[in-house]
Structure formats: C-alpha cells, structure tokens
C-alpha cells in the first residue's frame, strides 16, 4: 500500500503535469450521454458473445462490497438500465490521494463471462477535484464491448455527467475507443465522483500515472 509521503509526492508532480495530460490522452474523447446515439444501447457483437445478467453479479457485487443485495441490486440496476448486459468485470482495490490534483493507483482481475482464466490488471492516472486527503477503497468495474483484451490497456476518460451515487455506492462511466467502463466504488471511494481524469490500464504496474 502507498505510504502518505508517496501520496504527497505523487499529488505535487500531479499539480504540474495532469492539466496537460489530460488534454493528450492518445486520440481519445470524453463524451456525453447526448454526443453518442448509441449510449446505452447493447454493441451488435454482443448478441453473439457470452455477457453476465443482473442477477448473475448481485450476488457477486454483493460480497465483494459485503452490502445487501438489495443495495448491490440498486446499483447495478442504474448501469444495466444504461449500458445492458456487460461482457466482463474487474474486482479489485484502489489507492488515491488528493489535494484538489490527485492521483490514484488500483490492481485486480479481469474476468470475462465464459472464460476460465482471469487476467491480472493495473491502473493508475491523475484526477482534478474539490477534495484533499488519501484514502483506499474496493472497486467493481462492468466491461462493455471488449472483444479484445488488447484493447483494455489503454487510457479510459471519465464520460461527463455519468457520475452519481447509489445505495451507499459510487458510479462513474469511463470510455474509449468503443469500449466502457463502469467501476463502481464503495465507502472511502466515493470522493471518485467529485474528480475529472482519466484512468490507464495496464499489465504491469506503473508508477507514473500520465
């Protein structure tokens, strides 16, 4: 885990470098609900592969974040209305620290519906917020339309006016390059909601968070 003189340090060469950053995030775009036709709607491929149903990761979701599963039913409730059936989640933990610059640090496993294996991730990346202080939460992230794990190590924009909060859990749309992400954050985690960034996901972990 980060100590709080790492955090410190990451957040000040974070006040000099994220504006630019996240001015450059290799070609792609934040977006809203109202840009994209398609929001919300399920991805043509998707009918042919394997995706998880709501009642699949309640239980799930549930455990994970160790709420009811009528507080996990909630949450997911509000992505499934939005984005339909994912193909794939990623469960795992996250390290942040801000002073209204900030940056945040995360590892967990990717699984997808139907497949055996589950896949090691990393992210990291800088955040522009209204808040100060580190903290360390748990994050359950739905992935949609990703048909190549090659694809997911890239880096993901917040999608604008996608973030909000139910039962006690935080949610926030992240997408790029026709793929979105839906990490849903709980306790400590909610802070995530107040920050612009974007978030990097990679195979190994990297310290740099541009």
């Known amino acids: 885990m980060m100590t709080r003189s790492l955090i410190s340090t990451l ?27 398609d929001y919300g709607q399920p991805s043509e491929y998707q009918s042919n592969i394997d995706t998880y149903s709501r009642e699949e990761l309640v239980e799930v979701t549930a455990d994970f974040f160790g709420v009811t599963a009528e507080a996990a039913a909630s949450a997911l409730e509000r992505v499934f209305s939005d984005l339909g059936r994912p193909v794939g989640y990623i469960a795992g933990e996250e390290v942040s620290g801000a002073a209204g610059i900030g940056v945040r640090y995360g590892e967990g496993y990717l699984s997808l519906k139907g497949s055996p294996d589950q896949q090691k991730v990393y992210w990291q990346g800088p955040s522009i917020g209204f808040d100060a202080g580190g903290n360390a939460s748990r994050v359950f992230t739905l992935v949609y339309r990703l048909n190549d794990t090659d694809r997911l190590y890239q880096r993901f924009p917040g999608v604008e006016g996608s973030a909000y909060f139910v039962a006690g859990l935080g949610v926030n749309y992240q997408r790029a390059d026709g793929i979105t992400l839906a990490p849903i954050r709980s306790g400590v985690g909610l802070r995530a909601g107040a920050n612009v960034g974007y978030l990097a996901y990679s195979r190994q972990r990297n310290w740099i968070p541009f």
């Open 11 to 37: 957040t000040t060469t974070a006040l000099a470098l994220t504006l630019g950053a996240c001015a450059s995030t290799g070609g792609t775009q934040t977006a809203s609900r109202a840009d994209d036709p």
